[in-house]
Nanobody, 116 residues
Framework: QVQLVESGGGLVQPGGSLRLSCVAS????????MAWYRQAPGKQRALVAR???????KYSDSVKGRFTISRDNAKKTVYLQMNSLKLEDTAVYYC??????????WGQGTQVTVSS
């Protein structure tokens, strides 16, 4: 079973930046598309960025132009660079695979709070 550990969250002012990291255990990381999701209080978890095993990238409209997803297969790590953060980006951020077989077990996530 793959374990996912997210980190890099914190408290930041509007317009600020954060870089999230997600490290996966196991040797099959490189085979899968990976994605970052977020869940704000009272809302469902939503996909914000996706990177395929070949490097194709998609973003939700809400983060396009501000967030950048990347991956390092050798380090079994997926990153999310978040710039120009807005109040509405406040959420717990999770990573997981994006695959028809469904997600692996969810990690603990990392809290991002955007506040002045």
């Amino acid at each position: 079973q793959v374990q996912l550990v997210e980190s890099g969250g914190g408290l930041v002012q509007p317009g600020g930046s954060l870089r999230l990291s997600c490290v996966a255990s196991g040797s099959i990381f490189s085979r899968y598309a990976m994605a970052w999701y977020r869940q704000a209080p009272g809302k469902q978890r939503a996909l914000v960025a996706r990177i395929s095993d070949s490097g194709m990238i998609k973003y939700s409209d809400s983060v396009k132009g501000r967030f950048t997803i990347s991956r390092d297969n050798a380090k079994k790590t997926v990153y999310l660079q978040m710039n120009s953060l807005k109040l509405e980006d406040t959420a717990v951020y999770y990573c997981n695979r994006d695959n028809y077989a469904g997600p692996w077990a969810w990690g603990q996530g990392t809290q991002v709070t955007v506040s002045s």
